[in-house]
């Protein structure tokens, strides 16, 4: 029953994903000036996540030596 309930949830979020109410985009200046400007913030959480995690990585082995 497990699969069963898996592949009727796939197949419900692909027809959600396929959804044409998943495909907005902004049309106003002020629109694309904050979809731009929460792109490169989330970009730039990621990478200052990223830096962090490889720092401790880093630092944690050094430490060890």
């Known amino acids: 029953p497990i699969i069963l ?35 490169l913030t989330g970009t730039a959480l990621f990478a200052m996540f990223t830096a962090l995690f490889a720092e401790t990585i880093l630092t944690s082995s050094r430490i060890n030596k």
């Open 5 to 39: 309930n898996l592949k009727i949830f796939f197949t419900e979020m692909l027809r959600l994903v396929r959804s044409p109410v998943f495909d907005i985009t902004p049309v106003s200046s002020q629109g694309k000036f904050l979809g731009i400007l929460l792109m």
